[in-house]
């Protein structure tokens, strides 16, 4: 390899080594420092730019760097100490505590006789400018790092080994020391170039040029298995840095590839255009890449017409407001990529806002924003054909109330002249007459209840008197009180009450004052058949022997104009419980 282009690379891999490890650095100072480890591991990290940093030095300014570097080289086993205490924290081991304490005053003691002893010299080599080399001290307090990060490496690949069959947190922590142990493993292979003038070793030093690829494999260890919990848009921010940096180490050396193997051109004006060209292909090199790096990222790219259009589509689908604002972020997350409990859309009523954006970068950002505005769009159809729904149903329901007031009227005149002609009929048919008499009556009176426009005049009413009138079992607060329509009130519980005596032998009413208040009728009858559970309230609907089948659906339509709701509900010792929920007037 041409000898400038050769420094060129060994400097370029260095300075990308810096430069991701100070990066990873800060962003864990400034986004996890306060979890387990973030301390330890912004010290380490700042220990490898600084390495990195000190044997850059030498390639560029020759024995002029030697103070600097021999120093840095001598303090190299402190965030290897640190390393030491990174792991040996996050595998949470009960001897942490004097592990770290001997693994510091080991490092402390390297330092001290590195300092007063001397660790080596720059020198030149092989074309370089200068190459640290180390002297017999140099080489035990650079023995003494490797021993540190050995006793890391050993147990990082105990946790790996120990809890790889293990299940949930664990098996996570197992894979989390696996991702770490292979990029430090990387990490230390890539030591080994520094290594070779020492050694005599008289070829490139080709491990240091796999020096950019720790820091990247260490943060996918980190940020992959999330060995810290941080924000997700600033986890990809620093991803998306490494990444790039790789990429553009990548493109100048495929850039630099005519010139290694042509050789250097001779005179300024080639040499000149050769440089000229040599950028070109590295700045045509690098767009594709970074290109590939925005879309592994940040996947999602631009929105088009097609998207908008098959967006609008698909947020058609859903009938109600839970369903749309499920649909929603089921298309953010698939076109950005994003976890379950990820960034996502909030839908309140027709307004649609974004929670966990803040930080999200503006392209991405936009996307969702876009996708929240057909969303809001799609909320006020859906609003506008619910609106047209119950203005419809209010309508048929007026007209079945005047059909049947007519209806009622028609037959009541016949059933009340039949009634009269019946009074010279044998006595057991009279009662027969009369028992048929008042089952159409009753029908005819549950149809006009049902159809008709429930309107109701709200007071408290005191919850302990309403259930003494029925005379059940009674388990009130003292005092509690519930804003609603005496008659209107008193019509509902008296159909509950009566189902309740039909199908069981105790029956109590059971109230919380919530907010919002609530008021149980429960009973110990046979319970509700799962077959008719979810049309309950409707009508026709009946789960008791001889009853119109409107009942229920009466108490709904009642609830219904206090602004409240009758459900199904659950309480242990009762079969069966219907709870009234009160709300805000209609």
Known sequence: MDTALGILAYVGALALTALASLL??????????????GRLLVVFLCGVALWSIAQAAPALLGPASGTFSTVCVALSPLPAAAFVHLVFAYARCAGERPVAIAAYAAALFAVTVGLVFGVGAVVPWRGFPGFFVPSP?????????????????LRLLQTWLGQRRA?????RQSEQARAVFVASGLGLVALTGFAFPALGIAIYPFPVLLLPLYSVALVYGIVRHRFMAVDLWARRALVWVLLLAGAGMASALIAALPLALAGRPAGFLATWSALAATLLLGMAVLTPMKRWVDRLVFPGGQVSETDIATWRDQLAEPTDAAGLAAQANTLLRTRLGLPEDGPHLVLAGETVTLSGWDDAPLATRHIAERLAALVGEAARRLTAAQRLVA????????????LAATVAHDLRNPLGIVAMAATAAPADVRGEIAEQVARMNHLITDILDYARAWTVSPRPLDVAMLAGRFGIEAQVPAGMTVTADPMALDRALANLVDNARALGNRVALIAEPGPPATVDICDD???????????????????????????????RRVMEAHGGTVTLAARPGWSTCLRLTFGNPT
Not at 144 to 153: E, K, N, Q
Request: glycine letters at 18%; one cysteine or more; charged letters at 20%.
């Open 137 to 153: 001290c140099g080489w035990g307090v650079l023995g003494a790092a490797g021993l540190l990060s050995l006793t890391g490496h």
């Open 24 to 37: 990873l650095a800060v962003f864990v100072a400034l986004r996890a420092r306060m979890l387990p480890g």
């Open 167 to 171: 299940s949930g947190e664990i098996r």
């Open 525 to 555: 009858g046979p319970g509700i058949p799962a077959e008719i559970a979810d049309s309950l309230f409707r009508p026709f609907v009946s789960r008791r022997p001889g009853g119109t089948g409107l009942g229920l659906a009466i108490v």
């Open 391 to 402: 203005e419809e149903r209010e309508a048929r329901l007026a007209e079945i109330g005047a």
